[in-house]
Each structure stands twice: as C-alpha cells, then as structure tokens.
C-alpha cells in the first residue's frame, strides 16, 4: 500500500457519509454530522451547545485545541438534525461519550457497508469535500480552524484526474471569458 492510499483509507465520502445516517440514531447522526458536515473535532462535536447557532445557516466552534471561535455554515441536514428534540436542550452531547462514538461509527460502517472509518477521519472528508467543490483554500482553512495552510493541505485528499480536470476547466471558462487572442495585432 503507498503513503497516498494509506493516508485516504478511511476518508468517507459523502455517499459513505448518507449511508452510514440511515442507520444512526438522531444523536449519532448529529454527532456524525458535526464531524462531517461542519469540520469539528471530536470533543468540539461532543461539546455542542446549542446556544453556539447563531443563525439558522451559521455555526461557532470553540475550538478547545487551539482556544479560538470559528465559525462555519451549516449544510440543510445538519441544521435539520441540530434541530431535532433530543438535541434541542441546551446540555452538550456528552451523554455519547467518545469511545462509545467510536464503537457506533464501526457498528455503523458495518451495518452500512462502508469501511470502517473514525471521528478524524471525517474531518479530512470535510477539507476534502469542500476542496473539491472549488472552495477556495484559504478559506476551507479559516473553516478548519488551522493557522498554517499546510497543515489543512494535509486534510484535504484528491484521488484521481479529478483535480487535474477541474483545472483544466477553469483555464477554459478563463479563456472563454477573454476576448479572442489576435496576433497580427501584437506584430509592429
């Protein structure tokens, strides 16, 4: 196996992610999607309170690794499952302790007929998922709340020619965007 492929093993995406939802309880799956659908790490998403919504499309993090607030947009379904009764209270997700998300995400995998994956992990498929989605770098950095822009290029995982064909398309809507290119014109 190389380093490349023993880095993205386990990186979920995001028909892994749907799939291993269907069989999560609504506190797992908000758990889940904290992990995967606003970039936090375990004892941010397990920490979640929520009086840190501070609108229905905004999220803070206090990110207790590096002792600062960011703040990120939330996708339709995490909203949805930050939204349902049992998480309405305002006490954290602590009754699902970290081992014991650990444990579920596995049983979950299995039952889902994905690999098996870890909490981490879905930060990396959060960088990488917006990545690939053309947002820009240094702002997937601001999302993940690191200060260097290496280390969030460690997060971000491209597999394939995908990269290679988004660049190429950008350099053609760029040159589809200018005017045609005359060199007679150039010649003095």
Not at 92 to 110: E, G, V, Y
Request: contains cysteine.
């Amino acid at each position: 196996m190389t380093d490349r492929n023993r880095r993205t093993k386990g990186v979920p995406t995001d028909d892994h992610i749907t799939k291993i939802l269907a069989h999560a309880t609504p506190l797992e799956a908000a758990a889940i999607l904290l992990l995967a659908d606003a970039g936090c790490r375990l004892n941010e998403a397990l920490t979640y309170d929520p009086s840190s919504l501070t609108s229905n499309e905004l999220l803070r993090i206090w990110g207790a690794k590096v002792k600062r607030w960011r703040t990120v947009p939330l996708t339709r379904r995490l909203a949805a499952a930050l939204s349902s009764p049992p998480l309405r209270c305002s006490e954290p997700l602590r009754p699902l302790p970290p081992r014991k998300l650990q444990r579920r995400l596995t049983a979950l995998c299995a039952a889902s007929n994905v690999p098996i994956t870890t909490p981490h992990r879905f930060r990396h498929s959060y960088a990488t998922r917006l990545a690939v989605a053309g947002v820009a770098l240094p702002i997937v950095q601001a999302l993940m709340g690191h200060t260097n822009l290496a280390t969030t290029l460690i997060y971000i995982h491209l597999d394939g020619d995908h990269p290679l064909r988004s660049a190429a398309a950008a350099l053609d809507a760029l040159a589809a965007a200018r005017p045609a290119h005359d060199g007679a014109a150039e010649q003095t």
